[in-house]
Antibody
Framework: EVQMVESGGGLVQPGGSLRLSCAAS????????MHWVRQAPGKGLMWVSR????????SYADSVKGRFTISRDNAKNTLYLQMNSLRAEDTAVYYC?????????????WGQGTLVTVSS | QTVVTQEPSFSVSPGGTVTLTCALS?????????PSWYQQTPGQAPRTLIY???TRSSGVPDRFSGSILGNKAALTITGAQADDESDYYC??????????FGGGTKLTVL
């Protein structure tokens, strides 16, 4: 069974940093491109970042570019999101999502999310 | 900046049919954007319904269908059920490793 479990969320002050993790199991993690998607409280989904299977191709939404860094450790089956210079508007539930294979450009499995709250 | 627009809310009667749409701020949505659709209930992670415009994800009932209608992507629910009451999101692949979600549609079944 495909499972992805996010962790690392919490309360952080504006300007602070946080690193999120997404532990994957039930599939060959190293074969899949992975994403982070976030959802501010009471708001819609927003795509954040993607990384290819080996970590060599990465993309970001404009709103997080230069502040967030996506990475992965295929030996540990874990996806990461390093978040620096956090702002109040980064407050959200952060989901990791697996990109399906076959060049359909969709997300076929999602984790349950971890809440990040940026507040003083 | 690319904006993807969905109806903020929609209402359908049980057993009825509803079509939710997904539009681009500039230009038409085509299959080249690989539109996909996700269902989300409060407090839960999204669930994939439709990918690549019109392919149902595994386990999704056939009352859900995707298409291109005019210049928009569309999700049609035929024979709506009470547990279809959810938020629905489309997302478009813009190319160059960039995705943009629509604002979501809150569907009420009553």
């Amino acid at each position: 069974e495909v499972q992805m479990v996010e962790s690392g969320g919490g309360l952080v002050q504006p300007g602070g940093s946080l690193r999120l993790s997404c532990a994957a199991s039930g599939f060959t993690f190293s074969s899949y491109w992975m994403h982070w998607v976030r959802q501010a409280p009471g708001k819609g989904l927003m795509w954040v970042s993607r990384i290819n299977s080996v970590g060599s191709r990465i993309s970001y939404a404009d709103s997080v570019k230069g502040r967030f860094t996506i990475s992965r450790d295929n030996a540990k089956n874990t996806l990461y999101l390093q978040m620096n210079s956090l702002r109040a508007e980064d407050t959200a539930v952060y989901y990791c999502a697996r990109e399906s294979d076959g060049y359909n450009w969709d997300f076929d499995y999602w984790g349950q999310g971890t809440l990040v709250t940026v507040s003083s | 900046q690319t904006v993807v627009t969905q109806e903020p809310s929609f209402s359908v009667s049980p057993g009825g049919t509803v079509t939710l749409t997904c539009a681009l701020s500039s230009g038409s949505v085509s299959t080249s954007y690989y539109p996909s659709w996700y269902q989300q209930t409060p407090g839960q992670a999204p669930r994939t319904l439709i990918y690549s415009t019109n392919t149902r994800s595994s386990g999704v009932p056939d009352r859900f269908s995707g298409s291109i209608l005019g210049n928009k992507a569309a999700l049609t629910i035929t024979g709506a059920q009470a547990d279809d009451e959810s938020d629905y999101y489309c997302v478009l692949y813009m190319g160059s490793g960039i995705w943009v979600f629509g604002g979501g549609t809150k569907l009420t079944v009553l």
